[in-house]
């Protein structure tokens, strides 16, 4: 159990017992709560904060096996090798080099963060096979130019979104890909993308209409406005006025309050208040907020992560204050100072980066050269995606979706450097 994990199992306990996300009795009296503990109220009810599908397969493993979360870590380990095998298979589909998929798949095998998460309680798993099932059957069928696997790719991206709701604008991408790279007639086209988000969007709506019958909103969650006030309010502001994260969030509470918050039983209503207030602060501090937001999409791809996975593991027990995560030379130097262990593995994974990123970055010129338009757009594209809607956090877990293209491109671009590097080879007369 770590952080998000808690919301996740309740769910899934809630279904188990009573058939329902929701609370069976609601417990929570807005009025006994401080400031301090009112800036988390949203996330105690975490079925209008959270997307139901994986704590719907977590209830499915603990009706058939009871409450046993190491059997739906086993499932994820076993999703994440489907994961690997889908990378090998993207690689084939795309380049129709051995080579290639081998390194690719051996580079995403070996990503300490991908196989770290896995065994944690947490929908990444989940969604990174979704995403690279929704991508292979999509790229498929553009290839072969089967519409049924595009409608099939809509599908697992439908599936995607009631997993996680960051992926609810990712299939933008696919209308630009297909209108870019399909040489099939205009009517083919539009019929392909008709049915990708008919399929798409079928799923997709599933929870709104619940949160309809439930709530009374056509919405995802209430999850929009906590994390925009709470999260990238409240780092933005910790970071100008060098407070701490909790005394600006009682700060940023006390004014949401003020706006009618803790007179408000809608928990969706709440949200809207903490949207409002959020907009306003990011209107007021547009450079500061842009600042803050890019310094956590730079930690997004250089954080390491090892004092976390160290917390964890048991090496490294003492417990630091929650902050923003910068990208500095103390910050740096904390990964490395604590225990022998933790130092280790933070060398390890830098290593691993390092290897990932100078592979990519190779592998995006040599496919710049091969004339590789397809996946180098389909790469920058997912790049941008969740570099601009990971926040100000950027913690390295809001990298994953994007690690299996980092290896694929890495994939190519060592196979591109072996064969710069091979001397060709003497021919007689």
């Known amino acids: 159990m770590v952080g998000d994990s808690k919301g996740y199992e309740e769910l899934a306990e809630n279904l188990l017992k009573y058939h329902s996300y929701a609370l069976h009795v609601d417990t ?48 994820q380990i076993l999703l994440s090798l489907c994961s ?34 896995t065994n944690l309680l947490l929908t990444d798993t989940l969604a990174i096979f979704l995403l690279l099932m929704s991508t292979y059957l999509f790229l498929d069928g553009l290839v072969s130019k089967k519409i049924k696997l595009i409608l099939l790719s809509g599908l697992c991206m439908g599936l995607g979104v009631l997993t996680r709701g960051i992926f609810l604008f990712y299939p933008s991408i696919i209308v630009l890909l297909v209108f870019a790279f399909s040489k099939q007639p205009l009517i083919w086209k539009f019929k392909a993308l008709f049915l990708y988000l008919f399929a798409f969007g079928c799923l997709a709506v599933i929870w709104s209409v619940r949160n309809e019958v439930q709530y009374g909103h056509m919405q995802y969650s209430t999850q929009d406005g906590d994390e925009l006030l709470m999260y990238n309010v ?18 940023l509470q006390r004014t949401a309050n003020l706006h009618g918050f803790k007179y408000e039983k809608d928990l969706f209503k709440q949200s809207e208040i903490y949207t409002k207030l959020g907009v306003d602060y990011i209107r007021n501090h547009k450079a500061a907020y842009l600042k803050t937001h890019l310094l956590g999409a730079m930690n997004m791809y250089l954080s390491i992560g090892n004092v976390g996975m160290s917390n964890m593991i048991g090496w490294d027990n003492n417990k630091r204050e929650e902050r ?106």
């Open 84 to 117: 690997v095998v889908l990378v090998y298979k993207m690689c084939m589909l795309l380049f129709a080099k051995m080579e290639v998929a081998k390194i690719a798949t051996l580079l995403f095998a070996l990503d300490i963060h991908s196989a770290y998460i």
């Open 324 to 429: 923003f995560a910068e990208v500095n030379t103390n910050r740096i130097l904390e990964n490395f100072t604590n225990n022998k262990k933790e130092a280790l593995l933070g060398l390890i994974l830098l290593l691993i980066l390092a290897i990932q990123y100078f592979g990519a970055i190779a592998g995006l010129i040599s496919l710049l050269k091969s004339k590789q338009y397809l996946f180098i757009l389909l790469f920058l594209l997912t790049a941008a995606y969740f570099t601009a809607i990971t926040g100000v956090v950027g913690n390295y877990r809001y990298k994953l979706p994007l690690v299996p293209f980092i290896c694929i491109a890495a994939g190519y671009g060592y196979v591109y450097l072996k064969g710069k590097r091979t001397l060709p080879e003497r021919t007689s007369l």
């Open 28 to 75: 929570f009296h807005i009025s006994n709560y401080s400031d301090y503990q009112l800036s988390g109220y949203i996330t105690y009810h975490p079925d209008s904060f959270r997307m139901p599908l994986y704590s719907t397969v977590m209830a499915a493993i603990y009706f058939v096996a009871g409450i046993n979360p190491y059997i739906v870590i086993l499932m």
């Open 234 to 251: 409240a780092y933005t502001e910790s970071r100008i006025s060098n407070k701490s994260i909790d005394s600006v969030r009682v700060q």
